[in-house]
C-alpha cells in the first residue's frame, strides 16, 4: 500500500492518522518503510535525506549498528524487570560526569514526564506555585506548560481541556528579554517556585540565547531563590558532552533530559544538585514513579550513545553544521533573499523573514507560506526537513559530504521556488 493510502486508512483509525500532530503534514506524509544511517525510505519507493531524525534523538545517524547490537543482547536477556539494573547506575555515572548540574539522576520516559517532574520538584523545595517559562518554548504536552500564545498573557492554555485553573499559576514572558524577567522578578518574585528554560530554543526554530542571557537567569534565580531548570532535552549530549551548561558554561539547578539520552529509544530523565535529587521519591517525599522508568532497553541503548559521543565527534559535528549553514547562507545571500540562516552546532532552519531572531515574537514574523512551499520542494527532491518553520532541522554524524552537497543543491532550488 502506498503512503496515500495508508493515510486514508490511518484517518479511520488514528486521530488525524497519525500519533503526533506535527506529523500530518499536507497533503499525506510518508510512511516509513526503514531507514538507515542519514537516511529514511518511505514504502513509495522514495528516498530521502532525514534532517528530521524522529525530531532529534537520532544524533548517530539511524539504526547505528554499535546500538542495535547491545540492544539485541538486551533483548535475548529481558525487556523489563520491574526491579533494578547495574546499567542504570553505569548511564547515571556517565550523565552525572558530564553534566555539570548532575549530582544524581531520575530516569524516566520521555520529556514530557522529566519537566513535568523537574517542576513539581522544584515547588516541592521552594514551598511557591508559580512557574515561568517563555514564550515559544515547549516542555511537553502536559498540563502545566502547554501555555505559550498571546504575548505576556498569563494562564491561557493552548488546549481545551486544559483548566485555567491548571496554567493560572504559568507566567509567560519573551526570551532574551531581562527587562521582562527583572520586571516580574520584582512584583512577584516570593511566588516563584521555578524558571524553566530550553538553553538554545528549539521549538519555535532554533533562537540561541543572547551573550550574557543564561548568566544573568543564573544570577537572578538565585538571588531570588528560585530553582532555574534547564530543559535539555534537544541540547542535552548535543551541543557538547555536557550539553548546553557546558557550552555557555552556566550551571542550572536542576536539567531535564530526553530525545538523544535514549539513543533512538523511548527516554526521559530528571537530574541536578544532589540536595534537590534527594527529595525525590524513595529518598525524599516528592512523588515520582513509572512502570517503565529505567527501562533496560532505552538504558542500553543510551549508554552505548553516550559512550560514542566524544569530544571527536562533537568537532565532527560542528564542522558538519558550520558547512550547511554557510552554505545555506551563501545561497541566500545569491539569490537576494533576506532570510536568516538561524542554528549552531548540529542544529539549523531558515527563519523566512527579514528580521533577526531573539524571541518568539520574531519568530512569529516568518512567512509560513514560503516555509511551506520550501518544504514541499525540498521533499520532492529527496530532502527530509520537520515540516514546520517552527521546528529545528538537526545533523546526525552520519551526514556525509555527498549528503550535504545533495542538500545544498536542493535548497538552493527549493528557495527559487
Ligand atoms: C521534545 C521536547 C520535550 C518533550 O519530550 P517528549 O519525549 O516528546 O515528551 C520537552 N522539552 C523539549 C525542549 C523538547 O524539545
Do not use: W
Not at 174 to 197: H, K, Q, S, W, Y
Not at 329 to 347: C, H, P, R, T
Request: charge should be negative.
Amino acid at each position: 500500500m502506498k503512503s496515500e493510502d495508508l493515510f486514508n486508512e490511518a484517518k479511520k483509525y488514528l486521530p488525524g492518522g497519525v500519533d503526533s500532530p506535527v506529523r500530518a503534514f499536507k497533503p499525506y506524509p510518508f510512511f516509513a518503510e526503514c531507514a538507515s544511517g542519514s537516511h529514511l525510505k518511505d514504502v513509495d519507493g522514495k528516498d530521502y535525506i532525514d534532517y528530521c531524525l524522529a525530531y532529534g534523538p537520532l544524533v548517530l545517524g539511524h539504526s547505528h549498528p554499535d546500538i542495535v547490537k547491545k540492544v539485541k543482547e538486551q533483548l535475548e536477556l529481558g525487556t523489563a524487570y520491574g526491579v533494578p539494573t547495574q546499567n542504570e547506575i553505569e548511564l547515571a555515572k556517565l550523565v552525572t560526569g558530564r553534566v555539570p548540574c548532575a549530582d544524581m539522576v531520575r530516569f524516566v520516559n520521555s520529556g514530557t514526564e522529566a519537566t513535568m517532574s523537574a517542576i513539581r520538584l522544584a515547588r516541592a523545595v521552594t514551598g511557591r506555585k508559580k512557574i515561568v517559562k517563555f514564550e515559544g518554548s515547549y516542555h511537553g504536552a502536559h498540563d502545566y506548560v502547554l501555555v505559550k500564545s498571546g504575548s505576556g498573557a498569563m494562564g491561557l492554555p493552548d488546549s481545551p481541556g486544559v483548566p485555567e485553573e491548571t496554567t493560572k499559576n504559568t507566567i509567560l514572558i519573551p526570551f532574551n528579554d531581562i527587562e521582562a524577567v527583572e520586571d516580574l522578578i520584582r512584583e512577584e518574585g516570593e511566588e516563584i517556585a521555578t524558571i524553566i528554560v530550553e538553553p538554545v530554543m528549539g521549538n519555535v526554530g532554533c533562537i540561541p540565547p543572547r551573550e550574557g542571557y543564561l548568566e544573568f537567569l543564573r544570577q537572578i534565580t538565585s538571588e531570588n531563590g528560585i530553582i532555574l531548570i534547564f530543559d535539555e532535552v534537544i541540547t542535552g549530549f548535543r551541543l557538547a558532552e555536557g550539553g548546553a551548561q557546558e557550552y555557555y558554561g552556566v550551571t542550572p539547578d536542576l536539567v531535564t533530559f530526553g530525545k538523544i539520552l535514549g539513543g533512538g529509544f523511548p527516554i526521559g530523565a530528571i537530574s541536578g544538585k544532589r540536595e534537590y535529587m534527594e527529595k525525590v521519591a524513595p529518598q525524599g517525599d516528592v512523588y515520582q514513579a513509572g512502570t517503565f522508568n529505567g527501562n533496560p532497553i532505552s538504558i542500553t541503548a543510551g549508554l552505548i550513545t553516550l559512550k560514542l559521543l566524544d569530544r571527536n565527534f562533537y568537532t565532527q559535528l560542528e564542522k558538519k553544521g558550520q558547512y550547511l549553514r554557510k552554505g545555506i547562507g551563501d545561497i541566500l545571500e545569491e539569490q537576494d533573499l533576506d532570510y536568516k540562516v538561524a542554528g549552531l552546532s548540529s542544529m539549523f532552519q531558515i527563519y523566512f523573514t527579514g528580521k533577526d531572531v531573539y524571541d518568539y515574537q520574531d519568530a512569529k514574523t516568518a512567512d509560513t507560506e514560503k516555509f511551506d512551499k520550501y518544504f514541499h520542494k525540498l521533499l520532492e527532491k529527496g530532502v527530509f526537513i520537520p515540516p514546520s518553520q517552527f521546528e529545528c532541522c538537526f545533523i546526525s554524524l552520519k551526514h556525509s559530504e555527498d549528503d550535504l552537497e545533495h542538500t545544498l543543491e536542493a535548497v538552493g532550488e527549493a528557495l527559487k521556488g
